[in-house]
């Protein structure tokens, strides 16, 4: 089993930046891949951000792609989304997630990650 917890998350105004983070534990992640997901009302989970834990190779989102920097630190166990000039629409329930498959590319869709985080709000005023 994997635990997830994500932190970081609050109420910022459009161009500023907040910066999540998601400590896991539990069973080692370090084979995994984690990603990043939100969720708006009335939206489908939609992919944001993915990172191979060894290597730590990455992938974005095209809406996020050049705002957004996914990390991690091995140390700590735990994976940052680092998010700069935020806007209205960045607005949602930020997750994170671990796919446990050992091998493959970093996936996009929800249904491919095992465990879950609880979610951080994230707010975007303009």
């Known amino acids: 089993q994997v635990q997830l917890v994500e932190s970081g998350g609050g109420l910022v105004q459009a161009g500023g930046s907040l910066r999540l983070a998601c400590a896991a534990s539990?069973?080692?992640?370090?084979?995994?891949?984690m990603g990043w997901f939100r969720q708006a009302p009335g939206k489908e989970r939609e992919f944001v951000a993915g990172?191979?834990?060894?290597?730590?190779?990455?992938y974005y989102a095209d809406s996020v792609k050049g705002r957004f920097t996914i990390s991690r630190d091995n140390t700590k166990n735990t994976v940052y989304l680092h998010m700069n000039s935020l806007k209205p629409e960045d607005t949602a329930i930020y997750y994170c997630?671990?796919?446990?498959?050992?091998?493959?590319?970093?996936?996009?869709?929800?249904?491919?990650?095992?465990?879950w985080g609880q979610g951080t709000q994230v707010t975007v005023s303009s």
């Open positions: 539990g069973r080692t992640v370090i084979w995994y891949r």
């Open positions: 990172i191979r834990w060894s290597g730590g190779s990455t």
């Open positions: 997630a671990v796919d446990s498959a050992l091998s493959g590319p970093i996936a996009t869709t929800a249904v491919a990650y095992d465990y």
